[in-house]
């Protein structure tokens, strides 16, 4: 599976919004996110990649553009 | 950008900083303060200006009259000398120096910085013998009005006599006192100079000190101006001792209604709940004001005094009676101790004192537990009045170094003093 | 013979700033040519810290050995068994509560001064060193720490520039730091941040924190009380009002110059403790507020209790509605924050209102996302939320204040 689009798919779930066009776009900083969401963002990777991410490892800095997610995600996926 | 030249732009302005503040401080600022900022000074206790300088200089220029005493200054009901000045338009103003803890020892640190202005001068103290307890001035309360600037006053102008050496060596017991100026009074106590390197330090820190007062005494002033100008309303338009009782009876049985010992609803009530109440009874019966270092603490005062040839009126004030009776401290003992204030006094040329020591009976004489109110304030401007009227001119007195020994401190059945008959004392 | 100790309280007067400067030249200079003397930098820290706790101190410094020994048993007898692979749960649990023990039963002995016990319970700065203990035994559990040195271990939990009131580090984060020797050219931008940080802590605490915690409050207070007590009913003036800003700047300036002063040092020390403050007056919304205020402290929450709770609730799947879970992790995290700043009314009614405004605040942002169109957004709208939640802060500081209770009931 395409990791880039399975994330934008979640991302779409959570926010409701399509943000293939704004793969930079600090998704905190704009109200997009919330600690619920990544929360949430957390689990269903773990569901859909089959990766484990403890919360201790979500440091917000590292998540918080959809390509840093896709990024974090499949260096995890190579673990 | 080279390392050394980005650690000059980080450290370069602290530097500069630093030098700029130490050439700030020792500059030697001269400032005034404004009539209404030392009228606000003048009734405010603050600790700030007992402990400086400038604003205590400044006023006692300018017809203020120096009021050395501790809590009952506080007591500010209608008939407090504050209030009384202000509403018959008195020639003087009470400058009240001294609070809660205030005791003879850091009354004299105190005094160091007016020598000048007082001399030939007058100055009011209300000399309290719950001061002379056997240790004397508490270290605590010390702490809340020990002055630097005034132990280097004392230090630069300090001689190698019993005074100057009694002073320093009592000064040394007082925990806040440290450094380079615990190292000087150490010196003086033994009877050696001040080296070089000593004034030389001290000076320097004078000016800072000096600098500070004069920068900030002015800070955070109680403001009690707008409270003397409200309680002076309730004052008879004329002046007479009768209708200033009545005022004072009508304003003391309003306040003192909530308990029977006559007591300050408001005291009676904050600082007396029932606890206390039950742990004080009976607790004073072995208080002790007979012996006790304060004599010779009160002798630096004196001895300050006599310097500045400052006439002093001296107010014994009583212990409230209903009060005394359930603490259970002794009259007996409490009447000693007057008599021994009132012979150091007299013995040597300390002639203004008046004793209230034995009307604490009299109804709302008494604010609360042991301080001046109401009927007690009319007693204490029946004395302040007349003296205020006298001229100025220089008093000499006739100091005895007795008054520091021990025996003196430890000294029993001192003979009071018939203070009635003036000639008698001035044949002495 | 008469013994005075010397006791200085951190960052409390101009000679702590000096003793702390000349302390610190030998560390400044190693770490300038390359050099980080632990031993110097050890003996520096318990010399510091002794002069926290001796004199009249002396009982808190007692307390402080006897939790620090507890804490350590706790923390390596946790990492021996999760060095055996096993990792239960009610393990875990165990050990998060016996870490939290000693500063719930110091929270709960101080609420009740009447009930005097006979000695001193407690010491300066235990919840900051509680918080990071904690910290350290979750992310053992998640396996993200794997190996606790004792050394370092100990050096984090006491580190003194810090140990009083934060802001709180980060055991991975500080480990980094203590492990390596910036260059030169890192250190001196350490430098630069370390003096221009102490500079505007000065600035902060001691100036405008001054005029408004010393200067002004107690004038404000007073006139609120006289008035108030004249006027009777629910005994507000204007005089309220007033003490409500006062002492919102006040808090701000204070808190702000105390976190300065410890992150300045740190640096000095070549250790990047984070900021606890970035311009909180600014907010946008109550959102926007917890992640510019304290920052330290409200992360520690959002990260070790909000983002846990909501993941194992999420997990067990113990609410159907995402709002509803986000709501209730909200009023659970923003009630123990009120529970810890001290059992009395006026703290818990300031964590429920957070919690509510914060909710009220969520529901908002919904409704602005679905009708996006409908809303206006321009300048006038942002300056408006940013007015909007600098009144709704300062109203939850008045309450902060615990000057309510004052003026109502007498107390504090």
């Known amino acids: ?79 | 950008m080279s390392n050394k030249r980005r650690l000059w732009q980080i450290f370069g302005p602290v530097i500069c900083a630093f030098i700029l503040l130490l050439v700030v401080f020792l500059i030697p600022w001269e400032r005034t303060f404004s009539k209404q900022t030392i009228y606000e000074a003048a009734a405010s206790q603050n600790t700030t200006v007992f402990k400086g300088s400038t604003m205590k200089q400044e006023a006692f220029d300018d017809g203020y009259v120096p009021f050395y005493g501790s809590s009952e200054l506080s007591r500010f009901d209608p008939l407090h000398p504050s209030v009384i000045a202000e509403k018959y338009h008195r020639n003087y103003r009470p400058f009240l120096l001294g609070g809660p803890g205030s005791q003879s020892l850091a009354q004299f640190l105190g005094m160091q910085g007016t020598a000048k202005q007082l001399k030939n001068k007058k100055a009011v103290v209300i000399i309290s013998p719950q001061w002379f307890t056997k240790k004397g001035q508490d270290p605590n309360a010390f702490a809340l009005y020990y002055s630097p600037l005034q132990a280097c006053n004392f230090l630069l102008s300090a001689k190698n006599n019993k005074t100057d050496r009694y002073a320093a060596k009592r000064l040394l017991e007082m925990p806040d006192v440290k450094g380079e100026i615990k190292n000087s009074l150490q010196q003086i106590a033994e009877g050696k100079k001040l080296t070089t390197f000593q004034k030389f330090y001290l000076n320097n820190r004078r000016r800072m000190l000096s600098n500070e007062d004069n920068f900030f005494s002015a800070f955070q002033l109680r403001d009690r101006v707008n409270k003397i100008q409200k309680k002076a309303k309730v004052l008879p338009s004329a002046y007479s001792v009768k209708a200033l009782n009545k005022v004072a009876a009508e304003q003391a049985a309003m306040h003192t209604n909530s308990n029977n010992l006559g007591i300050d609803n408001t005291f009676y009530r904050t600082r007396l709940p029932k606890k206390v109440l039950k742990r004080l009874k009976g607790s004073q019966r072995n208080f002790d004001y007979v012996h006790s270092v304060e004599y010779g603490d009160f002798q630096l005062m004196l001895e300050q005094f006599a310097k500045q040839h400052t006439n002093v009126l001296f107010i014994i004030p009583p212990i409230n009676g209903k009060w005394m009776k359930y603490t259970g401290l002794s009259e007996k003992m409490y009447q000693e101790s007057v008599a021994k204030i009132e012979h150091q006094l007299v013995n040597q040329g300390f002639e203004n004192v008046v004793d209230l020591s034995k009307r604490g009976n009299e109804k709302y004489f008494m604010e609360d537990t042991i301080h001046l109110g109401w009927k007690g304030w009319v007693a204490v401007d029946q004395a302040v009045k007349p003296f205020m009227e006298l001229p100025n001119r220089r008093y000499n007195y006739y100091m005895s170094n007795y008054y520091y020994s021990k025996k003196w401190q430890n000294k029993d059945d001192v003979k009071s003093v018939d203070l009635t008959n003036k000639n008698s004392l001035k044949a002495k | 013979m008469n013994f005075n100790f010397i006791n200085l309280q951190p960052y409390s007067n101009p000679q702590y700033f000096i003793y702390l400067m000349i302390a610190l030249i030998p560390i400044i200079l190693g770490l300038y040519f390359g050099h980080r003397f632990k031993t110097y930098e050890a003996i520096f820290s318990i010399v510091f810290l002794f002069l926290i706790f001796d004199g009249s101190h002396w009982q808190q410094g007692v307390n402080l050995l006897i939790w620090l020994v507890y804490e350590f048993i706790l923390t390596f007898a946790y990492q021996y068994y999760r060095h055996h692979g096993k990792n239960k749960t009610w393990v875990f649990s165990l050990a998060v509560i016996l870490a939290i023990i000693p500063l719930a039963a110091v929270k709960y002995l101080t609420a009740f001064p009447d009930n005097s016990i006979g000695f001193v319970i407690g010491f300066l700065g235990i919840s900051y060193v509680t918080f990071k203990t904690v910290q350290v035994i979750m992310e053992m559990r998640d396996g993200a720490i794997k190996k606790v040195d004792p050394v370092t271990y100990a050096r984090f939990l006491l580190f003194f520039p810090t140990i009083s009131s934060g802001p709180i580090d980060r055991y991975r984060r500080f480990k980094k730091d203590y492990e390596k020797v910036p260059t030169r050219d890192a250190y001196i931008t350490d430098l630069q941040y370390a003096v221009r940080y102490l500079f505007q802590g000065f600035l902060y605490k001691f100036v405008i924190g001054w005029f408004f915690g010393t200067y002004w409050l107690p004038k404000i207070t007073a006139s609120a009380l006289v008035v108030g007590n004249a006027n009777g009913g629910l005994k507000l003036s204007w005089w309220v009002l007033a003490y409500m800003y006062c002492y919102s700047m006040y808090l701000f300036f204070d808190f702000a110059g105390y976190s300065l002063f410890a992150v300045s040092i740190s640096y000095f020390m070549g250790i990047h403790t984070p900021m606890n403050f970035n311009k909180p007056f600014i907010s946008k919304n109550i959102k926007d507020f917890w992640n510019r205020w304290h920052m330290t402290l409200s992360f520690w929450f959002r990260d070790y209790i909000y983002m846990r709770f909501s993941f194992f609730a999420m997990k067990k799947k113990l609410f159907k509605n995402r709002i509803r879970l986000s709501q209730v992790s909200y009023f659970l995290l923003f009630l123990i924050q009120g529970f810890w700043h001290g059992l009395t009314w006026y703290y818990i009614v300031y964590g429920i209102f957070h919690a509510s405004a914060i909710c009220i605040n969520d529901m908002w942002l919904r409704f602005k996302g679905k009708h996006k169109k409908q809303i206006p957004s321009n300048k006038f709208t942002e300056w408006f939320a940013i007015f909007l939640t600098f009144n709704v802060v300062c109203f939850s500081f008045l309450i902060f204040s615990g000057f309510l209770s004052q003026l109502w009931f007498g107390w504090k």
């Open chain 1, 1 to 79: 599976m395409d990791t880039k689009q399975g994330v934008l798919d979640i991302l779409n779930d959570l926010t409701g919004e399509d943000l293939s066009d704004q793969m930079d776009e600090n998704i905190f900083d704009n109200g997009l996110m919330d600690s619920m969401a990544s929360v949430q963002m957390l689990l269903s990777l773990q569901e859909k990649f089959d990766i484990d991410v403890p919360v201790s490892e979500f440091k917000r800095a590292e998540w918080d553009t959809p390509n840093k997610i896709v990024a974090k995600v499949e260096s995890l996926e190579n673990e």
